[in-house]
């Protein structure tokens, strides 16, 4: 992994064509180690998720080159490493489980490293279920849910709305679920976790914590395929 780490650090000092074309083997060979990750932990969750067993690298993982078309940082590449393993593969909007490896040092995205459950993109109806699902049955999502999930794990606010919708009261335990347009828990890792030996054993082990929670989403995302 440390050469993972300090190749994203290399190309974070030197984000051009030009530096990047001269270390495309240097490139190639992390790649490659990253890919092992990530079929190594396509095994491991598969084991408990039978949705994820059946992906391959291809199905989750994502191309280093950035789209810069409308972005003002028109650096070309990516200076992280992510996989988003999910039921039907990275484009099905389920939810599911997003390793990433950044440059670390740094609490901003996309620097830091993190484990993260669910998804940042769901259709409105889905959105809809799980607000109706969440707020007649708060008691259950939470024992049988959200604190199944390791303790590390955070409801991500990212993008929530300022206000509960006026549907559901402001003042009820699960008000901030009825602000969120995206679900998704996060924990933060640094390097040390990075580095230490199995890595894959060890965040396995936090997502199977986490899977309570992708079911519970993705039964509302398969519901609400079926309408439409």
């Known amino acids: 992994m440390n050469e993972i ?43 408990y998720d039978p949705d994820i067993a059946k992906l391959t690298i291809k199905d989750c993982t994502y191309r280093i080159y950035r789209d810069t078309r409308f972005s003002n940082d028109k650096s070309p590449y990516k200076t992280h490493f992510g996989v988003f393993l999910s039921k039907g593969g990275k484009k099905s909007m ?9 440059t670390g040092g740094a609490d901003e995205y996309p620097h ?33 849910v959200l604190d199944k999930a390791d303790p590390t794990f955070v409801v991500d606010m990212d993008g929530a709305l300022k206000r509960v919708p006026k549907e559901y009261p402001a003042d009820a335990p699960y008000a901030d679920f009825m602000r969120l347009k995206s679900y998704c828990l996060l924990t933060k890792v ?14 396995s082990k936090l997502f199977l914590t986490t899977k309570p929670f992708n079911d519970y989403i993705n039964r509302a995302v398969d519901y609400a395929k079926e309408e439409l």
């Open 5 to 47: 780490l300090q190749f994203l650090r290399d190309l974070s000092c030197n984000n051009n064509k030009e530096w990047f074309t001269a270390n495309k083997s240097r490139y190639q060979e992390v790649l490659q180690k990253w890919y092992s990750l990530c079929e190594e932990l396509i095994h491991a969750i598969g084991q």
């Open 94 to 102: 389920h939810a599911g489980y997003y390793f990433h490896i950044g």
């Open 112 to 144: 830091y490293h993190m484990l993260a459950a669910g998804n940042y993109c769901y259709e409105p109806q889905a959105i809809k279920i799980l607000r109706e699902d969440i707020s007649d049955g708060w008691d259950e999502f939470k024992a049988e």
């Open 190 to 203: 640094d390097d040390d976790f990075i580095l230490q030996p199995d890595l894959v054993q060890r965040v």
